[in-house]
């Protein structure tokens, strides 16, 4: 047992070691601040398995498994000592047969060895009968398999033959299920028979874990030490929040990398989120533009990364080791090297494939941050953005329309413009109209919706008319961060010159950007989405709907609105607040539901190839709830939904945003 241990530890501390030298090769990254929410998160994230249930028969029979471990750790450490004492029930006293706490432990240990078993069971049934399609079908995945199952049995032989040799002829023992169970198929051999099956569950039992912690750096079971330790770690900050890139003009002219180039430029958040990944394929089964045919898959990246990360591990050592001599090895881009740039350019920023990990592994991150190296190092974009680029740099806006132009949404309507309020926006809210409502003609019926709900519940309102610009959403998730910092600290500067401190937007993407990023360039603004606005409104009886809608309506959740700030019930409590409208729900809904297609800049350039248009995919989900109408509550949304409802030829179903709903039922028109 001695030289067993001694073995396996030895050869764990190696390779342990090595993976501790890449997380320490990794660049730095702030994340020891709220120790007890973070304490919290991966009590009930990690411990409580949380997002494990998204996944009802795997969660199930992943719960089995992980609770399990834990009971049978305790087996484990009393069968190591059993290997150096010399009686057959030690358990480190308390836990010693015969005694209370033995026995009960004795129990719990049988009771979790047949969920363990039946929950290999049901990963083998998916792997090897289901072929369940987010799953690899990988030897080392089934190894595993046959590795937990072995160990359970070995343990199970190991009690029963111990029963039979020792304790012949005893019977069941409630406190030893399994072993008192299975112990007659032991009592027919003599006497050395039974020793050697008894010593042979011992040895094969304790081999195996110790194997098998061996296998852990090497395989994608390493999240059993690495788990727990990254969901602690996760980013507290807003969901919907990019980290900005510090100093950016500095590190241009001193010629540093901006992005993710390499793996050198990953953080150790980034790099235990590679060894965390259990290749569950929970991100790409929700992935839009997995779904599509687009050849985007979350899981792959991660995976690939990792391979790339392992492969180069030991010239990495070597780098760090001449650092200073002028040596050293030249690590390849990522791009293209590792990830296509195209299905870096698919990916919508919907965070469906973060909601969905169970690791809290982050994605728009590091897919935002190749972005950003392929657009402002290399200039390796899209064609098709860089009319946006140019129309955002130049107009302000991504529509190439003029600032001038900016009010024409509002044409008939009364619209106080903060340039012509002596006071600024003192006591008033900041209606942030956003470029889509001001550009798009559809788009414009929301603020214009807006407006006038405004105007009936008698709001202190105002706008910045031809001040206010786009809020760089599109050019920051597109990777255009410089581009992005200039817009953003000009519009800070505009709101803080009038004064504002509340504002509300009819875009789910503004209200994202100005609520979430713009404090990192000094804006810390109140920032409500016209859903939270609109839903008060209507609870204080200021707005009160009275005519009947008579419609079936399904809302469709915006990704920058639900997954990225939670706001799931607000536009669901105006809709519901109309008479006539009865609300279904889309099988995919919440945070669950299916992007439309415009995040991350996709609204503003041609869409990768695949199989499918995300918004087309998505209106198909949104049809089949037989609904007469859908409800959105961003421009971005009504935009792709709408064209994709024109395409499907479909007039019987209407597109309204919610505040449209709402006003048709106040006024009993839209005008
Ligand atoms: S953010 Fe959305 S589109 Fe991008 S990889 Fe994740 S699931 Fe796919
Ligand atoms: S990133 Fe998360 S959801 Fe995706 S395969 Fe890895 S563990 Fe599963």
Redesign the pocket.
Same mark, same amino acid.
């Given at each position: 047992m001695a030289l067993l241990l001694a073995a396996s530890m030895g050869a764990f501390g190696v390779l342990a070691w090595r993976r501790w030298r890449l997380l320490r090769l990794a660049r730095p990254e702030a994340r020891f601040d709220q120790l007890g929410e973070r304490f919290r998160r991966m009590m009930r994230m990690g411990v409580g398995q949380q997002r494990m249930s998204r996944y009802p028969l795997a969660g199930l029979a992943h719960k089995a498994i992980f609770f399990g471990f834990i009971v049978l750790l305790l087996r484990s450490l009393i069968l190591f000592a059993r290997g150096f004492v010399d009686a057959p029930g030690f358990g480190y006293w308390v836990f010693d047969s015969g005694t209370l706490l033995g026995n009960v432990y004795a129990l719990v240990k049988d009771v979790y060895v047949v969920l363990v078993l039946a929950g290999v069971g049901v990963f083998a049934y998916m792997r090897l009968v289901a072929r369940t399609r987010r799953l690899t079908l990988s030897a080392e995945g089934v190894l595993i398999l046959v590795i937990i199952a072995t160990m359970m049995i070995a343990d199970v032989v190991y009690d029963a033959a111990g029963l039979a040799l020792h304790h012949p002829g005893a019977g069941f023992s409630p406190w030893e299920p399994l072993g008192s169970l299975a112990a007659p198929a032991f009592a027919w051999m003599g006497d050395g028979a039974k020793a050697f099956a008894w010593h042979a569950g011992f040895w094969v039992h304790v081999s195996l874990v110790l194997g098998f912690l061996n296998l852990l750096p090497l395989s994608k079971h390493f999240h059993i030490i690495t788990g727990l330790p990254n969901v602690f770690f996760q980013d507290l900050t807003p969901p919907g929040r990019l980290r900005p890139i510090a100093d950016i003009e500095g590190k241009i002219e001193r010629g540093e990398t901006l992005g993710l180039r390499t793996l050198d430029d990953l953080t150790w958040k980034g790099v235990l989120d590679l060894y965390s990944c259990t290749e569950c394929g929970r %991100?790409t089964d929700?992935?839009?533009?997995?779904k599509t045919g687009k050849i985007?898959s979350?899981k792959a990246i991660t995976v690939d990364l990792r391979n790339h990360l392992y492969a180069t591990g030991s010239s990495r050592g070597a780098t760090k080791a001449v650092e200073g001599e002028g040596g050293g090895v030249t690590l390849e881009d990522i791009v293209p090297a590792v990830v296509n740039p195209e299905a870096l350019w698919?990916?919508?920023? %919907?965070?469906? %494939?973060?909601q969905e990990c169970p690791l809290n592994i982050s994605?728009?991150d590091k897919?935002v941050d190749m972005r950003r190296h392929l657009v402002m190092e290399r200039g390796e974009n899209p064609a098709s953005l860089n009319g946006a680029f140019q129309s955002m740099e130049r107009a302000g806006n991504p529509y190439a329309a003029g600032a001038e132009d900016r009010l024409k949404w509002a044409e008939g309507l009364e619209v106080p413009v903060l340039s012509d309020l002596p006071e600024g926006a003192k006591d008033r809210v900041l209606f942030w109209v956003g470029c889509a409502p001001a550009y798009d003609a559809r788009a414009r019926g929301i603020a214009r919706a807006m407006v006038k709900l405004l105007n009936h519940a008698k709001v202190d309102w105002c706008c910045l008319g031809a001040e206010e610009c786009c809020t760089g959403d599109a050019a920051r998730r597109a990777g255009n961060e410089f581009l992005f910092q200039a817009m953003a600290t000009g519009n800070v500067e505009t709101l803080k010159r009038y004064g504002v401190t509340k504002i509300l937007t009819v875009c789910a993407h503004c209200f994202n950007s100005l609520g979430n990023e713009y404090p990192d360039f000094g804006g810390a603004f109140e920032v409500v989405h016209h859903t939270q606005f609109l839903a008060a409104l209507v609870r204080e009886g200021r707005l009160t709907p009275t005519h009947r809608v008579e419609t079936s309506l399904v809302y469709h959740d915006a990704c920058y609105l639900g997954r990225h700030n939670d706001v799931y019930d607000a536009p669901r409590e105006v809709l519901r607040s109309v008479p006539g409208v009865t609300l279904v729900e889309a099988a995919a809904s919440r945070d669950r539901g299916m %992007?439309c297609g415009a995040g991350?800049a996709q609204m503003f350039k041609e869409e990768e190839h695949g199989t499918q248009r995300v918004s087309e995919a998505r209106t198909i989900q949104l049809v089949q709830t037989g609904a007469k109408t859908i409800a959105s509550a961003c421009p971005f949304c009504m935009r792709m939904l709408t064209d994709a409802v024109a395409k499907q030829g479909d007039g019987a179903i209407a597109q309204m945003d919610v505040a449209e709903v709402l006003l048709k039922s106040i006024e009993g028109e839209i005008a």
């Open positions: %991100c929700h992935c839009p533009a997995a985007l979350p698919a990916c919508t920023t %919907c965070r469906a %494939c973060e994605y728009v897919i %992007c991350g």
